[in-house]
């Protein structure tokens, strides 16, 4: 039998976060909280007015690969940087036991941009989605759109997931990292992609993954660059390529001047927040 991979024991024990979840608050309780919560807003109608080429900042505590990158951190006047500064999405990492994320912080990132009005940037809840109560906990902590990964789905989840989370009035940022998984979120109909240079697997970076995988998306979608991303020279890379936004966490989370990292990022280094 093979050895589980890293994405595997992540799943594995995201299914048991959802059964105790669920056992403390459950899903009719989590529903009318989401019913409540504060409005969405197209996550990719707010990344195409910040175009060409958009930027979508994360809030990012740690990692399988790097450990701990930022454990302190104040997530709420982080994001209120990355914002100032011109992201133009948010994206806030929940997963609590490698990425040490809490929903928590989406709830407090959330309430900080809504004191930018209107021009607020979008808010992406970044985990292992696998269960429609994870939809509805996205939903009930403010996220305007969701992360569902190819790889951690079968088909008939995955387009479930991915109607459910329409249903709730938020987006999908559906994730691949491979020929056949961008394949798959082609027959889904997706029209935000997301193609990550990172292999879920075994966790390596190799920045030709979105280069080659961008060929093969429709025309219609929105393709967003994930991991890897460094500096402005990558953004580039990835405009040419055809991504119309680029998600950066650790480069962004290791700055000593966020703002000034994300201004130089999408090419206005010289420009004042």
């Known amino acids: 039998m093979a050895e589980p991979t890293i994405l595997d024991r992540i799943v594995e024990r995201r299914r048991v976060d959802v059964r105790d979840a669920a056992a403390v608050v459950p899903r009719a309780a989590l529903e009318r909280s989401a019913a409540s919560a504060p409005r969405a807003i197209s996550f990719t109608g707010r990344l195409r007015a910040a175009g060409p080429m958009a ?16 454990p302190g951190m104040d997530a709420p006047a982080q994001s209120l ?32 941009v809504d004191t930018m ?9 970044k985990d292992f989605i696998i269960d429609e109560y994870q939809v509805v906990e996205a939903r009930a902590y403010g996220a305007d759109a969701l992360l569902l990964i190819v790889a951690a ?13 329409g249903e709730l009035g938020m987006e999908s940022l559906v994730e691949v990292d491979t020929v056949e998984g961008m394949q798959r979120a082609v ?5 935000f992609i997301g193609i990550n240079n990172r292999d879920l697997r075994s966790f390596t970076v190799d920045l ?3 280069d080659t995988l961008a060929t093969l998306a429709p025309r219609t979608a929105l393709l967003a660059a994930l991991s890897g991303i460094q500096q402005r020279a990558d953004v580039e890379r990835f405009a040419y ?33």
């Open 55 to 70: 930027l979508i900042a994360e809030i990012k505590r740690a990692s399988p690969s790097k450990g701990d990158i930022a």
């Open 81 to 112: 940087r990355y914002a100032k500064a011109g992201a133009a999405g948010i994206s806030v990492l929940t997963e609590p036991t490698w990425f040490k994320g809490t929903l928590d912080d989406l709830a407090a990132v959330r309430a900080a």
């Open 117 to 125: 009005g209107g021009n607020r940037p979008a808010i992406l809840r």
């Open 153 to 165: 789905l079968d088909d008939d989840t995955l387009a479930r997931l991915f109607r459910f989370t």
């Open 187 to 191: 027959a889904l109909g997706a029209p």
């Open 208 to 210: 030709r993954t979105t």
């Open 241 to 273: 390529a055809g991504a119309e936004a680029v998600l950066v966490g650790e480069a962004l989370m290791l700055a000593g001047d966020p703002s000034a990292a994300v201004r130089e990022l999408l090419g206005f280094a010289g420009s004042k927040s």
